[in-house]
């Protein structure tokens, strides 16, 4: 087999999630000459796309060749949010401690017992990506690396193999900036840190997008003194501006040290501390720091599979080209997930997967542009989002509705209310796109997601029953608004001179 599994086991927990998505000696069945769909990937896009189409029938080969599960249950949204779980209970025993008039740094901060759970967690769910359950549902699994040899082959286990459609879900890695002395010094990225297995010290996050400011924030409330080091002018850029203060606010009153406008220039060692220097327009700054986490965005999979061979476009820093339909240049080969589209998340990888699969096989017309999607960054404050993928970049047509969490009793009565929702819709009412800040966002924008799914207008939103308190009762109080707003002078004018006539 060629490539190895870039997780150094810690525990016993993380020896089960290997046993489950790279089992020791494991061996790779001999390729048969042809199949139905080759997925080269294993990660959520090409679990996705495996198994769908082999329980439909298809003769189907996966290739993956590191870990099942990819960066999503590995080193992505799993491990991610069992950490942020933990930080956020010593928030809550914090408030606690607070309310009764105690001192809030009585509180333990358990960093070790909570990578820990965070492995322990991802040894549990890694049962939904194991080989068992992908050999059982009739794929012939390869660890391997593929590499494409023709428009219609694939060298797997080091035989041609021909293919009547492929899908490519290879994903990203992360993005290391050639900052002179850094790997000298040594880093941790997103694929490395979860196995960090040590005392609370000083970190340094060099990047302030979404990644590097939830494990910011993670590791602060875990006794980590944090720095962030962020080349634009606010964290969280692409977020609106309103949406990035809220954020950083809060993470200065956690603590976080936050440095914007700032390019890291230079990372030497002294003694076991990594001194890092970098530069601002306020002038120029150093660290000593224990550790450094690299959170400054992704680049797409695309080294090794020979895509020129296949007649395959891409751009090594955008990903692979790719039409409406998930199709590329090769009319053969689709691609899905983060190595091909902008919104690079785990359920756009399962959504596009499935968009791939009746296109490649079913000859569909399915298309990303009629997408909605949600996704959410999951800081404290978090910070959602839903919008249609076909209205980018169209909002001069739209009218914007806010709704502070002030105004949202439950937000007030859970001390919660930092935060907005802003609809953006047209003139009848449309949901084009949402962004919600507030300590819940990511498990109300589900909401927002479904309403524009199923053509609900805010009108209808503001007809739904909603139970009170919720900090959910948000999205009708946008409804009322938008109702609101459609009482214009005019309007109230004629329905005064019908209550002059209402009989008694």
Excluded at 32 to 51: C, F, K, N, P, Q
Excluded at 52 to 73: I, P, Q
Excluded at 218 to 236: H, Q
Aim: glycine share 10%; net charge neutral.
């Amino acid at each position: 087999m060629n490539g190895f599994p870039n997780l150094t086991p810690v525990d016993d927990s993380d020896r089960v999630l290997l046993s489950r998505v790279r089992p020791e000696g494991w061996r790779n069945p001999e390729p048969e000459d042809r199949y139905t769909l080759v997925v080269i990937g294993g990660g959520t896009g090409g679990l996705v796309s495996a198994i769908g189409a082999a329980s439909l029938g298809a003769k189907v080969a996966l290739v993956e060749r590191n870990l099942l599960g990819g960066d999503c249950l590995n080193y992505g949204c799993v491990p991610s949010k069992a950490l942020i779980r933990a930080a956020r209970w010593v928030k809550e025993a914090r408030e606690v401690f607070r309310l009764a008039g105690g001192e809030t740094g009585a509180v333990p901060t358990p960093f070790r017992e909570a990578m820990r759970r965070v492995r322990g967690v991802r040894g549990e769910v890694s049962v939904h990506d194991s080989t068992e359950k992908v050999v059982s549902a009739g794929v012939h699994l390869f660890f391997d690396e593929a590499r494409f040899t023709s428009d219609k082959t694939i060298r797997i286990n080091g035989k041609d193999v021909e293919f009547k459609r492929a899908i490519i879900a290879t994903g990203t890695s992360p993005r290391v900036p050639p900052i002179p002395g850094l790997q000298e010094a040594g880093y941790l990225t997103n694929e490395t840190v979860f196995s960090l297995d040590r005392d609370p010290g000083s970190i340094l996050v060099l990047g302030g997008g979404p990644i590097g400011c939830e494990m910011a924030q993670a590791f602060s409330r875990l006794g980590w003194e944090v720095t962030i080091v962020s080349r634009p002018d606010r964290l969280l850029p692409k977020e609106e501006e309103e949406a990035s203060s809220l954020v950083e606010e809060a993470f200065r009153r956690d603590g976080i040290k936050v440095i914007t406008r700032a390019d890291a220039k230079e990372v030497s060692r002294k003694g076991e501390k990594k001194v890092v220097r970098w530069e601002s327009p306020g002038g120029a700054g150093e660290g000593e720091f224990d550790e450094i986490l690299v959170a400054a965005g992704r680049i797409p999979n695309v080294t090794g599979l020979n895509l020129e061979a296949a007649g395959i476009d891409y751009d090594p820093q955008k990903g692979i080209a790719v039409n409406d339909r998930l199709q590329t240049t090769n009319k053969r080969v689709f691609a899905v997930g983060d190595v091909a589209i902008p919104y690079r998340f785990t359920h756009t990888a399962d959504a596009t997967a499935r968009i791939a699969l009746k296109n490649a096989l079913f000859f569909g017309r399915e298309k990303v542009s009629s997408l909605v999607v949600p996704w959410c960054t999951y800081t404290d404050p978090e910070v959602a989002h839903a919008r249609r993928v076909h209205s980018e970049g169209k909002d001069g047509d739209l009218t914007p509705l806010t709704i502070p969490l002030s105004e949202v009793d439950r937000a007030v009565t859970d001390g919660e209310e930092m935060g907005f929702l802003r609809v953006w819709h047209t003139p009848r009412g449309k949901i084009e796109r949402v962004t919600l800040v507030s300590a819940e966002a990511g498990n109300i924008i589900g909401t927002f997601s479904l309403a524009m799914t199923a053509g609900l207008t805010l009108s209808d939103l503001s007809r739904t029953i909603f139970p009170y308190p919720t900090v959910g009762e948000v999205a009708r109080k946008a409804g009322d608004g938008f109702m609101r707003g459609r009482l214009t002078p005019q309007v109230k004018k004629i329905f005064s001179a019908y209550f002059r006539f209402f009989p008694l």
